[in-house]
């Protein structure tokens, strides 16, 4: 049986984008932007895109095109050794990790999206999300998620993910751009722009190591980085693509996505006169839910916005499927059908156990994820860098034009060098925070 692999050139760019556009883009990065000084995290976010994410990104994509499997089979194969393929199985025990989480937070973006028909969290947005947030309805939403997911995984690389993706994001940025548009227009509006877009050079070097350390993990979890769903992806790709320009757009694609949901969600907040840097993520979620209440036409916008954020939760979920799904159709040799519907299966337990637990969902989603996606890169990296190492080259510069050749030897150096470097440092603040020998880093995830 010949393996999966995309039709066109353009859809593995879209699939790979509407990876990388999800929740982080629209939930985490205007939540992230906000604790952390509006612009000053903005800045910090957009270098280290550049310098650590496409690099980054670019690992993933030489990996995975030069093996042509799964991550298990792609790192043990390419090594020749067993210790890789144990790495490899933790990328598939992350992608389920961050699928047990996604799950129930899209869960809870169904379930806005049906209330947003009524306006049945209207008068009270704050009493609304704590009653859905967690408990059995909760785990219900997550697992009609998780089964609209796995539809879409059951049909295909280019059946389903490829032609999925082409439908899903042109919706989004259309639907985006209008809502910006129309946030501009609300009062206030430009309160809102200015908190997101003036640099403060004083809250930077106030906060320098925490806001580094929030702007590096939310440019991992944005570009989908440290897990494996890049070496899949492009796993179903052919020679003649140019890695470092499809890597390129991807990124400047995602930050552009990212960029758009902060004009949308700034100027709704500064104009309800709410506070964007207090108590975190769920209450992000209650503020934007609450301010939508208090505008005129707000169901009809608010529907519209909770649709976007469902495309862009779905087309990111199924790149995380797709991982456990890919390793048991090469390793395994499981048809397509069960490849998928066995991990769906742990899902329905682990989601479920997720939407249940609140503090589960925080260990899940907030540590966890943190830590798992940066020791993943960092093996990535690693492994690009020094058991390939000119062998990555080759691969880097193979399909590329001239400016993505040039830019090889500058690549590798850095992906055998100072990435590793930069990830090692991000890894050890956040562990000595987290054992508590510093300050914490990072806020519950609940309001
Ligand atoms: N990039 C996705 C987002 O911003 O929502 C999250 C994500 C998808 C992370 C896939 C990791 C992954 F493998």
Redesign the pocket.
């Known amino acids: 049986m010949t393996r999966e692999s995309w039709a066109t050139r353009f859809g593995f760019i879209l699939a790979a984008v509407g990876?990388?556009?999800?929740?982080?883009?629209?939930?985490?990065?205007p939540w992230m932007t906000a604790q952390n000084g509006g612009s000053a995290f903005l800045v910090m976010y957009l270098a280290i895109i550049l310098v650590v994410g496409v690099p980054g990104l670019l690992a993933e994509f030489v990996i995975g095109r030069r093996a042509k499997l799964n991550p298990v089979g792609a790192l043990s194969s390419l090594s020749g050794s067993r210790g890789w393929g144990w790495f490899g199985l933790f990328n598939v025990l992350?992608?389920l990790v961050?699928l047990s989480f996604?799950t129930v937070v899209g869960g809870w973006i169904l379930r806005y999206l049906v209330a947003s028909l009524s306006g049945g969290y209207f008068a009270s947005p704050g009493s609304f999300f704590s009653a859905i947030s967690f408990g059995w309805g909760a785990a219900g939403y997550g697992v009609l998620f998780l089964l609209a997911t796995a539809a879409i995984v059951l049909a295909g690389v280019r059946r389903g993910i490829e032609l999925g993706t082409k439908l899903m994001m042109p919706a989004i940025v259309v639907l985006l751009v209008a809502l910006a548009l129309w946030a501009a227009g609300q009062p206030n509006a430009g309160a809102g722009l200015s908190f997101f877009l003036t640099f403060d050079p004083g809250y930077l070097r106030a906060h320098f190591v925490s806001v580094l350390v929030a702007a590096a993990g939310q440019a991992?979890?944005?570009?989908?980085?440290?897990?494996?769903?890049?070496i899949t992806y492009a796993s179903y790709l052919d020679e003649d693509r140019s890695l470092p320009s499809d890597g390129a757009t991807i990124a400047v694609l995602?930050t552009l996505v990212g960029v758009l949901a902060g004009f949308v969600v700034f100027p709704l907040l500064f104009s309800q006169g709410i506070d964007p840097g207090t108590g975190g993520p769920g209450a992000l979620f209650v503020s934007v839910a609450g301010a939508f209440s208090a505008v005129a036409f707000g169901r009809v916008v608010a529907v519209a916005f909770f649709f976007v954020v469902t495309l862009?939760?779905l087309s990111?979920?199924i790149?995380?499927l797709e991982?456990p799904v890919a390793y048991l159709v090469d390793e395994h040799g499981l048809s397509r059908r069960r490849a998928t519907l066995l991990p769906v299966a742990v899902l329905v337990v682990s989601g479920a156990a997720t939407a249940l637990d609140p503090s589960l969902f925080s260990l899940f989603a907030d540590t966890m994820v943190n830590l798992m996606?940066t020791v993943g890169l960092l093996g990535f990296l690693l492994f690009a860098g020094w058991v390939l190492g000119p062998d990555a080259l080759a691969e880097y510069v193979l399909g590329a034009d001239g400016v993505g050749r040039a830019t090889g030897p500058a690549w590798l150096w850095a992906v055998r060098t100072l990435l590793p470097l930069f990830l090692l440092g991000t890894l050890v603040v956040a562990l000595l925070a987290l054992a508590g020998v510093t300050a914490p880093l990072v806020v519950s995830v609940l309001p």
């Not at 929740?23 to 985490?28: H, K, S």
């Not at 991992?220 to 769903?229: A, D, E």
């Open positions: 990876s990388a556009v999800g929740l982080g883009n629209i939930w985490r990065f992350t992608s961050l996604y991992l979890f944005t570009l989908s980085l440290g897990v494996g769903t890049m995602n862009a939760a990111s979920s790149s995380m991982i996606l």
